[in-house]
């Protein structure tokens, strides 16, 4: 197993760069550093304009036409991107009261997002109203502890993907929170809602044995962290209590992170968490670099947040 | 002839070596946030995609339905505010035809939570926009059936929230050091041997705000009516508004 070395700086960190030796010298025939960015957003709440100059907040921040302004920017600087969006995709403004979440997913289609999970929020318009807006969709909804079988998303909605970017196997899974005392039941009507660690442990294994991952991603609308009620399951809390998860993107509690948590897993190796607040203010940015020449593997991997 | 197997040997070293290479290490991880500000263009193509939409809704939202006579805050009050007692009124007014339909009975009294109001109401002219600031939530309008006894719990936990949480129909008096001093319902005492028709919403009947006296309880009706359609429904109704503080919660100091 790489022994992973981990370097936390604030700024002026990409002096970094250039850690260890690069490179053996000729023989390669695969170039030499694979770069995967990974670009989230949670709890858009139907945030389609940004906020106005006069308001109290967030003043003139998000606006999805200037998150696609920037998306493309990334695309085009790295074409080894995924868009992703950890839930609570509906509910917050008059759009999604008048067209039931039909423009979020237009707009969330034409920005090429990759795969989102499911909020509680997302419910509702009830389990119909969400299967209603899934042909706006051009993106995957994945979801591992919602059991579907017996809802009319059954198999709109699958666990996992996994996603071949430049040789780098990307797997995404998704976990929802408890609906049971958030979301009313004739709204969520007969989905079940599974232990997310025990499926998370089950996703994380299939994602690395069998799918043969190079990278695994938990796509959670669980929330952050619950100080006051320990028990209750959460994204650091997942972290602990897994292994091979390299970062969870994190959603429902609206945390706003100075910068991504890292954290250690079950087998003591580090995983990011991360979380961008709410409303498309902020949009996060991760980015993994792989190397396929194999004495790096000495150097270990470094983070940079 | 004699090279062949050299020649197979080289590409076995060399498919066996290029497998070794495309072994991927991770080895660098950078994490950063970005804002979505006003530094960033906006893209012109996905602005002209919403702009039919944003026309739509702005126009709607934008359609006058009552006047306002004063600014009504929910700051403006200590147990109980004009906006408050004209959200609990409402939620009665609007909700008990429907459910006397259904079940030939009245709503008794109504609860709701202070935080529920999530915007003031403006002097001038009201539009659907205002409903909307006002409540925001999809949440809709249950009557949940409680005994006596749950009513007392209801009032102790008004007693100890010591906030204006809007009722309708509901009267309560607390002394300087918050005991009760009087509480009625339709301004007779409350009796523990009835059952009590209190309209709230979905959120605190299942619990949020801390309400736990809606369970249990001796029946459920869901009116399938949204709180902010109830409020629409009555500023289409209503000319005007002029709600008032007055005295259905107080506090008589000596």
Redesign the interface.
């Given at each position: 197993m790489?022994r992973r070395d981990f370097i936390q700086q604030t700024a002026s960190?990409t002096a970094?760069?250039t850690?260890?030796g690069l490179t053996l010298p000729s023989?390669?025939?695969?170039k030499k550093?694979?770069k995967i960015t990974i670009l989230h957003t949670n709890d858009v709440h139907s945030h389609?304009?940004?906020f106005g100059p006069e308001d109290g907040r967030n003043p003139?921040?998000?606006?999805?036409?200037?998150?696609?302004?920037?998306v493309?920017a990334i695309r085009n600087e790295n074409p080894n991107t995924l868009l992703l969006d950890a839930g609570d995709i509906f509910?917050?403004?008059?759009?999604f009261?008048?067209?039931g979440g039909e423009?979020e997913f237009?707009?969330m289609s034409?920005?090429k997002y990759d795969a989102a999970t499911i909020g509680n929020h997302d419910f509702?318009?009830g389990i119909d109203g969400l299967y209603a807006q899934l042909p706006h969709a051009e993106f995957d909804f994945l979801s591992a502890n919602y059991d579907f079988s017996n809802t009319i998303l059954d198999t709109h909605v699958k666990p996992y993907k996994v996603f071949n970017k430049n040789?780098?196997k990307i797997g995404v899974f998704g976990l929802g929170i408890m609906l049971d005392?958030l979301v009313?039941k004739?709204l969520y009507k007969e989905t079940i809602y599974l232990d997310p660690t025990e499926i998370a442990q089950d996703m994380s294994r299939i994602l690395k044995e069998e799918e043969h991952c190079?990278?695994i991603i938990c796509l959670s609308h669980l929330g952050y962290h619950y100080s006051e009620y320990s028990e209750r399951p959460s994204d650091l809390k997942l972290a602990a209590s897994t292994k091979n998860i390299?970062l969870i993107i994190g959603g429902h509690t609206h945390t706003f992170?100075?910068?991504?948590t890292i954290t250690k897993n079950a087998e003591g190796k580090n995983v990011?968490v991360?979380q961008?607040g709410c409303y498309?203010?902020?949009?996060?940015?991760?980015?993994?670099?792989?190397?396929?020449?194999?004495n790096?593997?000495a150097?270990?991997?470094?983070?940079?947040? | 002839m004699t090279y062949k197997p050299l020649i197979f040997l080289f590409f076995i070293a060399i498919l066996f070596?290029?497998k070794?290479?495309?072994?991927?290490?991770?080895?660098?991880?950078?994490?950063?946030?970005?804002?979505?500000?006003?530094s960033?263009?906006?893209?012109?193509?996905?602005?002209a995609?919403?702009k039919p939409?944003?026309e739509?809704?702005n126009k709607?939202?934008d359609s006058v339905l009552a006047y306002s006579v004063d600014t009504y805050s929910k700051k403006d009050g200590e147990l109980n505010t004009a906006i408050g007692n004209l959200f609990a009124d409402v939620i009665f007014e609007q909700s008990n035809p429907v459910f006397k339909q259904r079940t030939g009975r009245d709503i008794d009294m109504v609860l709701v939570n202070h935080g529920g109001i999530r915007s003031i109401i403006s002097k001038g002219n009201i539009t659907t926009?205002t409903a909307?600031k006002i409540m925001?939530?999809?949440n809709s309008i249950v009557v949940v059936e409680l005994k006596g006894s749950s009513i007392n719990k209801l009032i102790t936990y008004l007693l100890e929230a010591k906030r204006a949480h809007p009722i309708s129909k509901l009267k309560v008096v607390v002394d300087e050091d918050f005991n009760l001093t009087e509480a009625t319902i339709n301004s007779k005492p409350i009796d523990t041997s009835k059952t009590y028709f209190v309209a709230t919403n979905?959120y605190l009947y299942?619990?949020g705000d801390s309400m736990t006296f809606f369970q249990p309880n001796d029946s459920l009706y869901?009116l399938n009516y949204k709180i902010r359609n109830a409020l629409l429904d009555y500023f289409i109704k209503v000319d005007t508004i002029n709600p008032i503080i007055d005295d259905r919660f107080i506090q008589i100091k000596k």
């Open positions: 790489k960190a970094l760069a850690i260890g023989f390669t025939l695969l550093e694979t389609i304009d940004p003139n921040k998000g606006g999805v036409a200037r998150r696609a302004t920037l493309q509910q917050g403004t008059p759009y009261n008048y067209y423009l237009k707009l034409k920005l509702d318009n040789g780098i005392g009313l004739n190079d990278l390299d992170l100075h910068k991504p990011l991360n961008v498309g203010i902020n949009l996060g940015r991760i980015d993994f670099f792989f190397d396929s020449n194999r790096k593997t150097n270990g991997t470094s983070i940079i947040v | 070596c290029c070794e290479e495309q072994q991927q290490h991770l080895t660098r991880i950078e994490g950063t946030q970005i804002s979505i500000s006003d960033l263009e906006t893209d012109l193509e996905i602005d995609f919403i939409y944003r739509r809704v709607e939202l926009r909307y925001p939530f999809e979905d299942s619990g869901i």
